[in-house]
């Protein structure tokens, strides 16, 4: 499965089975955490095999989840840019765990810190979490805008690589599906992104920004 796959196929899931995760899977994204925490300058962790954070919580059950015992914890450095960063670099975990067969989703307040289980230092934060294992039943489609509700750029009139950027970045998880980010095609090959108002919006910008590169390919543009 390529990552264009991946993002088609991969859907959020809030029950999961007790089924374990294999150890060679875990190897393996464990070596992707490390691999993100270098690059992105964070402090990624792969909790497994900890129901607390979600069985504990009233707000994972108002949020219905259900069987959750592993999950990512996405932390760095405090700073402007840390909730974009988590973005970009979680969406890459979340469709590589597709890849493997795994299910995710994003979570951002139906959970509960278990502080024993985190290695937080001073001037760091936990942003969020991304549930990870073996779902009970597939996620489904949500509907999305269309893609000159997510660009300044007319879309229809746009070079071709930019238009599979904008479905794939219109098919990337957003908090409560809001879809709230605009894309600029400033001439032939530069293009900017904005988030606008709304929870997480700031993690959803980092998510889309990574989906965009994936359908358009990061050798046909450059970020401005």
């Given at each position: ?31 992707l ?9 964070l ?20 949020g ?8 990512f914890a996405?932390i ?12 970009y670099y979680?969406e ?10 795994l299910n ?27 549930a990870?294992?073996y ?26 690589w ?7 970045a219109l ?27 709304g929870?997480?919006s700031k ?15 990061i ?6």
């Open positions: 499965m390529d990552l264009i796959e991946a993002i088609r196929k991969r859907h959020s899931v809030r029950h999961y089975t007790t089924q374990d995760i294999e150890p060679e899977k875990l190897d393996a994204l464990n070596k955490v490390d691999e993100c925490n270098e690059q992105g300058g402090h990624i962790q792969l909790i497994t095999n900890e129901p607390r954070s979600f069985g504990e919580s009233l707000l994972a059950r108002y219905k989840f259900s069987g959750v015992k592993n999950y996405m760095g450095n405090k700073g402007d840019k840390l909730d974009e960063i988590v973005g979680g890459k975990l979340v469709l590589e765990a597709q890849r493997m067969g995710t989703c994003w979570v951002g307040l139906s959970y509960k810190k278990i502080g024993s289980v985190l290695d937080i230092a001073a001037g760091e934060k936990l942003v969020c979490v991304i990870v294992g779902g009970a039943k597939p996620g489904v489609d949500h509907n999305n805008k269309s893609p000159n509700k997510v660009s300044t750029t007319d879309v229809r009139q746009a070079p071709h930019y238009q599979r950027g904008i479905a794939c098919l990337a998880p957003t908090a409560i599906n809001q879809q709230k980010f605009k894309f600029t095609l400033h001439n032939d090959n530069a293009v900017s992104v904005k988030a606008g108002l929870p997480y993690v959803d910008l980092g998510i889309v920004r990574y989906h965009f590169e994936i359908g358009a390919g050798e046909s543009f450059e970020w401005i």
